[in-house]
């Protein structure tokens, strides 16, 4: 095939449907190859929007909004960034001949956490925790107990650990039930988890499109409160559960097809791996690949919604750390000293317009050519040093 390159930005064109710190690196990935880029979220100066050549602000998750600035603005290939929009809007681009990355199905199912392990346990067969769906907290109590303690509760929708917690006991599903009503997704649902003892758990970045499946090195990764702190790669793993994992992510990417990078967030144990879920664009512990190869997640991502071909090469291991902002602000700033600023470093500032406790606002990169212990020290070390202003 050849890809005849826009030499002016106004030939092809992506939509991005959210615009955080993810959106902004796959903009300025896909403006490398002269597309033009439009981004949309729900509130001013998201991220992606900085640097995109066009910005909406719409109420995500109108089904109407959604397409009305699809319909207005023609996109080649609508790239959903967020878990929080309008699937309805989705379906309907697609059916009007929109190009939705990887695709509206998929979309919809990895948005949704009962589609997406229905799919993965029961249609295809893939391992995960064991599992239960409730809608009332009588059906909470009589879930755990089946499923025994402790185990982890989740609203069906929602991401980055929102409504998220683990009961020890039944004492605690009366607070687990509370949390989960405050998530920001459809919190009317919830499912029960057995609570896997995992020895270490990774994503799998799976980069696919009509021609090739391409696996990244796997990535390691610690989570806080259901929400990524730190990731490095490679992880390491044993041959056995490396190839396991791989043949696991090739199902179920295959199994939502597409073009599109993946990330496949799994369990390890020993050689057993359990599938957690998945996403259809690229990962949050991902960003690591802006150190570590010579083509990051982002830009695979363009690449493999193109059409184009997959490879890259590994320069070694990184990290990454994430600096979550310690309090609200309207002006949000971090101190950085110079120190953090070294040959083996990136600093990314992701330029949120506002601050909340617990934003991610900010990450560490660092590089090591032979260990990712190392340089997940280092990526510590740095974040370590980020002072509140
Ligand atoms: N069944 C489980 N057993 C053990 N740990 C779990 C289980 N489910 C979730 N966790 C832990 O909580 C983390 C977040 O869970 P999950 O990925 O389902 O939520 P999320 O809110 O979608 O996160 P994100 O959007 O950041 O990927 C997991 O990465 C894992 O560390
Ligand atoms: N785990 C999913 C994830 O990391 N998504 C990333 O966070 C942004 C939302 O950040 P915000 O909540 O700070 O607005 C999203 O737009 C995306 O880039
Ligand atoms: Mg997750």
Redesign the pocket.
Known sequence: MIFTAPLKSDSIKMMLLGSGELGKEVVIEAQRLGIETIAVDSYNNAPAQLVANKAYTINMKNKDEVLDVIRREKPDYILPEV?ALSIEALFEAEKEGFNVIPNADAVNKTMN?KNIREFAAVDLGIPT?K?EFVTTLDGLKNAANNIGFP??I?PVM???????S?AKSADDLEKSWEIAKEARGDASELIV??????DY?ITLLTARNEKETVFCEPIG???ED???IFSWQPMNMSELAKKRSQDLAKKITDGLGGRGIF?V?L?IKGDEV?F??V?PRP???GMVTMITQSASEFALHVRAVLGLPLDYIDYGAGASAAYKAKGDSFNPKVDIFDSSFTKESIIRVFGKPQSHEGRRMAVALTFDKDSSDKALQKSKEIIGNFHDN
């Open positions: 878990e956490r925790s599992y185990c982890v989740k929602s991401s980055s650990g929102h409504g998220q683990i988890e057995e609570f896997i003892t995992f758990e990764h610690i989570q259901g929400d990524y990330g967030e369990f359990y957690s879920e996403s990962h949050d512990t």
